[in-house]
């Protein structure tokens, strides 16, 4: 099933697997609280499923992102199944991770982010290409996520995206070394082709590569 949603200068697609329609949002946060479900204007989808890989890479960026705050002055990493619920657009996404530097804390509800986070990651599943290439990207550019970072384990690519002045997203690159540097979080840079090593580095190899990303930038 396939909705469409009018917006006053865009049309949001909703795709993936619906299970309710004509819900409201007070509703959607009494009756489907800890399912793996999204809301987008009265629609509820159901989440894919993830693999190993999938969360792998979550939980090593977690750790990256926290570390970072953690040594820049603070913030907080939240991640599925802590939702996002947009003002100007009518969508509540679960995003893998959330990052929110200490200017937008206030908007961390008790199991809600009201507003955009600086910073959204969409690591991709086999039955979420749609939804996070298409949708939640025109949702995260209309509603005024910063910064965003797809990810896709299964064809060894990542996209950055950040806001311009206009309000569009624009595509970022790695420079000549591979490194690509993040828009919000000033001084972080991370070398991609880390992405897609077999073991992804644990705990104390990421707290280094923090540390000589912030050494090489003062």
């Given at each position: 099933?396939?909705?469409?949603?009018?917006?006053?200068?865009?049309?949001?697609?909703?795709?993936?697997?619906?299970?309710?329609?004509?819900?409201?949002?007070?509703?959607?946060?009494?009756?489907?609280?800890?399912?793996?479900?999204?809301?987008?204007?009265?629609?509820?989808?159901?989440?894919?499923?993830?693999?190993?890989?999938?969360?792998?890479?979550?939980?090593?960026?977690?750790?990256?992102?926290?570390?970072?705050?953690?040594?820049?002055?603070?913030?907080?990493?939240?991640?599925?199944?802590?939702?996002?619920?947009?003002?100007?657009?009518?969508?509540?996404?679960?995003?893998?991770?959330?990052?929110?530097?200490?200017?937008?804390?206030?908007?961390?509800?008790?199991?809600?982010?009201?507003?955009?986070?600086?910073?959204?990651?969409?690591?991709?599943?086999?039955?979420?290409?749609?939804?996070?290439?298409?949708?939640?990207y025109r949702e995260y550019e209309l509603g005024g996520?910063?910064?965003?970072?797809?990810?896709?384990?299964?064809?060894?690519?990542?996209?950055?995206?950040?806001?311009?002045?206009?309000?569009?997203?624009?595509?970022?690159?790695?420079?000549?070394?591979?490194?690509?540097?993040?828009?919000?979080?000033?001084?972080?840079?991370?070398?991609?082709?880390?992405?897609?090593?077999?073991?992804?580095?644990?705990?104390?190899?990421?707290?280094?590569?923090?540390?000589?990303?912030?050494?090489?930038?003062?």
């Open positions: 099933m396939q909705n469409v949603i009018d917006l006053p200068d865009a049309v949001v697609r909703i795709s993936g697997d619906i299970i309710a329609t004509g819900v409201s949002y007070d509703d959607f946060l009494h009756n489907y609280e800890g399912q793996h479900v999204e809301w987008v204007n009265g629609v509820v989808i159901r989440m894919a499923s993830i693999d190993e890989r999938h969360d792998a890479l979550v939980a090593f960026l977690r750790t990256l992102f926290s570390a970072y705050l953690e040594q820049t002055g603070g913030g907080r990493v939240v991640g599925d199944p802590m939702i996002m619920r947009l003002v100007s657009v009518p969508s509540s996404r679960a995003p893998d991770l959330q990052v929110l530097l200490p200017e937008r804390l206030p908007q961390l509800k008790r199991n809600e982010v009201v507003g955009p986070a600086n910073l959204v990651v969409e690591i991709v599943s086999p039955g979420s290409q749609r939804q996070d290439r298409v949708d939640k996520v910063p910064e965003y970072w797809l990810i896709d384990p299964a064809k060894h690519e990542v996209l950055f995206f950040h806001l311009t002045d206009m309000g569009i997203y624009e595509m970022g690159a790695p420079d000549a070394t591979g490194h690509y540097r993040a828009y919000v979080l000033k001084r972080l840079w991370l070398p991609v082709d880390i992405l897609w090593r077999e073991q992804l580095p644990g705990i104390a190899e990421t707290l280094r590569l923090v540390e000589a990303m912030l050494q090489a930038a003062s």
